[in-house]
Every structure is written in C-alpha cells, then in structure tokens.
C-alpha cells in the first residue's frame, strides 16, 4: 500500500508538467533519445522529470479504470515509450492536458487493450 501511496503521490506532483512540444521536459526527452547528455542543472531537472513521469506512468497504469488503461507489452522499452508519447503530444498541439494526462492517452492510443 505504501507504494500505491507513492506512485499516486508522484502522478499528482507531474500534473503540473506542462505538456507543450517546446517544454523543457518534452526537449530533455528528445535529447536523452539522441544521448545528448544534460548541459546544465535545469536540463537535468527536466530528464529527470521526463524519466521519473514515464516510470510512474508506466506502473501505475495497472491501477487505471479499464476505460483509461493502457496494455503496453512487457517488452516495451522506457524509449520506445517516450517516442510514443512524444510523437503524440507533437501530433496533438492544440492540447494543453499536463504530461501524464497526454502520456497515458498516448500509450492507449497505441497500445490499446482488446476487448
């Protein structure tokens, strides 16, 4: 339970990540999957709020109403999880949700559940 406790504490607190293709946090993730390595205190900040998101994100999805849920396969990659959520936030500009909102949608979209 304690856990839970956490990984909900942490998808709150990345709710107040912007979701904009020129936020830093959406830049660090393009730049962690070219191994471009942080230049400064603020760029690390950012990959760690892109990478610390996407692991929350990737483990709480359990826990999401069956209407929300995601199926992302085990073998999924952490990279290939944030390709897919980086390609649908630049695919959908005209929406302001925060990171995790558009990342679990993201993740649906593209690995739905079967019915």
């Known amino acids: 339970m304690p856990t839970l406790i956490v990984m909900v504490a942490v998808v709150l607190a990345a709710l107040s990540l912007p979701a904009q293709a020129n936020d830093p946090t959406i830049l660090a993730c393009k730049r962690f999957l070219t191994s471009e390595f942080p230049e400064d205190l603020g760029q690390a900040m950012a990959l760690g709020e892109c990478l610390g998101t996407i692991n929350t994100l990737s483990a709480v999805t359990d826990f999401l109403r069956p209407d929300r849920k995601p199926c992302v396969p085990p073998s999924v990659t952490i990279e290939q ?3 897919v959520i980086i390609a649908y ?4 500009p005209q929406r302001t949700e925060h990171f995790s909102v558009l990342g679990i949608d993201a993740l649906r979209e593209a ?3 079967k019915k």
């Not at 936030?89 to 959908?92: D, K, P």
Request: hydrophobic share 40%.
């Open 89 to 92: 936030i630049e695919r959908h």
């Open 111 to 113: 690995w739905p559940c």
């Open 81 to 83: 999880v944030m390709r």
